[in-house]
T-cell receptor, first 111, second 115 residues
Framework: QKEVEQNSGPLSVPEGAIASLNCTYS??????FFWYRQYSGKSPELIMS????GDKEDGRFTAQLNKASQYVSLLIRDSQPSDSATYLC???????????FGKGTKLSVKP | DTGVSQDPRHKITKRGQNVTFRCDPI?????LYWYRQTLGQGPEFLTY????????KSRLLSDRFSAERPKGSFSTLEIQRTEQGDSAMYLC?????????????FGSGTQLSVL
């Protein structure tokens, strides 16, 4: 059984701070990694994807991947109240595999 | 691009009844996924199609669940003999597929309540 572990939170950070979200996964065959954001009552939307070890930056978001440790993280710099949402980690195994989502980490950014 | 459309938005049914949901993916997307989500949990994978072929089905999925995508366009998900534990948000998503092209676009979901 493929598993994805995330701290459920809530993770509370003050506005302007860095929010750090972590994820571990069990499937060593996972090749692609995705972070989705889900606002309350809404559907998930993709915010970051990462395929290679190291860091990938996109605006205020940085995804970090360490395949040897089976670990992926998401950093949100200069956190804003509008970043308050649940962040879902989703590894994908191979070109024919499906996405397996973690339970998500609920982030709350306080003004 | 009109996005992924799901119908109905809400469904209330009595235990033991059958229900069917419909999903219309983004027109050029060849992959279609069904997920189920309950409060406080991430989306749980149910099944996915590439064109009309059902490529994978969750081993956790009861035989009461069946999905079709007869012409590789829209898909239906049927739940027979519904149980209270089936109450959840059923999410459909589509993607263009292919290596490094797995961005899923989700529909708004169908909220099922089994009384």
């Amino acid at each position: 059984q493929k598993e994805v572990e995330q701290n459920s939170g809530p993770l509370s950070v003050p506005e302007g701070a860095i929010a750090s979200l972590n994820c571990t996964y069990s499937d060593r065959g996972s090749q692609s990694f995705f972070w989705y954001r889900q606002y309350s009552g809404k559907s998930p939307e993709l915010i970051m994807s990462i395929y290679s070890n190291g860091d990938k930056e996109d605006g205020r978001f940085t995804a970090q991947l360490n395949k040897a440790s089976q670990y992926v993280s998401l950093l949100i710099r200069d956190s804003q109240p509008s970043d308050s949402a649940t962040y879902l980690c989703a590894p994908k195994g191979g070109s024919q595999g499906n996405l397996i989502f973690g339970k998500g980490t609920k982030l709350s950014v306080k003004p | 691009d009109t996005g992924v459309s799901q119908d109905p938005r809400h469904k209330i049914t009595k235990r033991g009844q059958n229900v069917t949901f419909r999903c219309d993916p983004i027109s050029e997307h060849n992959r279609l996924y069904w997920y189920r989500q309950t409060l406080g949990q991430g989306p749980e994978f149910l099944t996915y199609f590439q064109n009309e072929a059902q490529l994978e089905k969750s081993r956790l999925l009861s035989d009461r669940f069946s999905a079709e995508r007869p012409k590789g366009s829209f898909s239906t998900l049927e739940i027979q003999r519904t149980e209270q534990g089936d109450s959840a948000m059923y999410l459909c998503a589509s993607s263009a597929g292919g290596a490094r092209n797995e961005k899923l676009f989700f529909g708004s979901g169908t909220q099922l309540s089994v009384l």
